[in-house]
């Protein structure tokens, strides 16, 4: 790290790393279990279209997260030896978390090709290869600060996931599904516990940080997905979750933690994503 702040994993951890433990996490890191769930009950009671749908939207994301750790190793975020012990972990969890909604899809004859995952990149044509490239240049311009910049959108991020996965458990109140995207939820509540604090910190000590961050979210943050998923697709899953009154309230509670990080007060991504999109609240 920059300005003598160097350190390894065990000592002369920072304040984010002393509230979360990040050695600890990293031994206890587990894909997500579901051999223990009879899955056999969705054939008895299968899951209705809608559900299939969003659920197949949240795998196929769940297995794009790869993309979002390889834009980050070209960062000044890969030079921080917590953030990359992080994102290793986090990137096998997101995979497991693909896999066991893979696996509920299959009991509805929903077959996930990595074929078709491939396919879906390929799509994004020369987005996909300059992306890496335009995040390195415009990272490392930035410098250390950019670090703050990705820990606050990737907090968003999982504020959201934890709120897509709580909301469709509570719309699919399934014996079997329930329980499954609780245990994700879980998990997903550990690496938004690290994004957060990480955040905090960072922008609390960089005015500049927090004023990057806050362009950044207001300018460039889209719903988990939308970057590389049809818009199609986008708009059914925050239709199907975020939709209503309990909806809405879902959606809002997302931007209230953002809200709470220094020098974020006043946005409200995730509610204008849903007014871009015509959502009724």
Request: charged share 30%; hydrophobic share 40%.
């Amino acid at each position: 790290m920059k300005g003598g702040r160097g350190r390894t994993l065990t000592g002369g951890r920072s304040a984010a790393e002393m509230a979360f433990d990040i050695a600890k996490y990293t031994r206890t890191s587990r894909g997500v279990q579901w051999d223990d769930l009879p899955l056999e009950e969705f054939r008895r009671h299968p899951l209705p279209a809608d559900t299939l749908r969003s659920l197949r939207y949240m795998c196929d994301v769940e297995y794009h997260t790869v993309c979002y750790l390889r834009d980050m190793l070209v960062t000044p975020s890969h030079k921080d030896p917590a953030v990359t012990a992080f994102m290793t972990m986090w990137n096998m969890e997101e995979f497991w978390h693909g896999e066991a909604l893979a696996a509920v899809l299959a009991m509805h004859d929903v077959r996930i090709d990595y074929d078709a995952l491939k396919a879906v990149r390929l799509k994004r044509g020369w987005r996909e290869r300059f992306d890496p490239i335009k995040q390195s240049m415009l990272a490392n311009l930035v410098g250390e600060d950019f670090v703050a910049v990705h820990m606050s959108w990737g907090a968003a991020n999982e504020w959201s996931a934890i709120t897509a996965y709580n909301r469709l458990a509570e719309l699919q109140d399934h014996p079997i599904l329930a329980p499954l995207l609780e245990r994700i939820a879980k998990q997903e509540a550990r690496h938004v516990a690290f994004y957060a604090t990480q955040a905090r910190e960072r922008l609390a000590r960089s005015r500049k940080a927090q004023k990057l961050a806050r362009f950044a979210l207001r300018k460039f943050w889209g719903p988990v997905g939308s970057g590389v998923m049809a818009e199609s697709e986008v708009r059914h899953v925050l239709g199907h979750l975020m939709s209503g009154p309990d909806g809405r309230r879902a959606a809002r509670t997302i931007d209230d933690h953002l809200r709470r990080l220094p020098g974020l007060d006043g946005l409200r991504i995730v509610e204008d994503a849903l007014d871009a999109r015509g959502i009724p609240a």
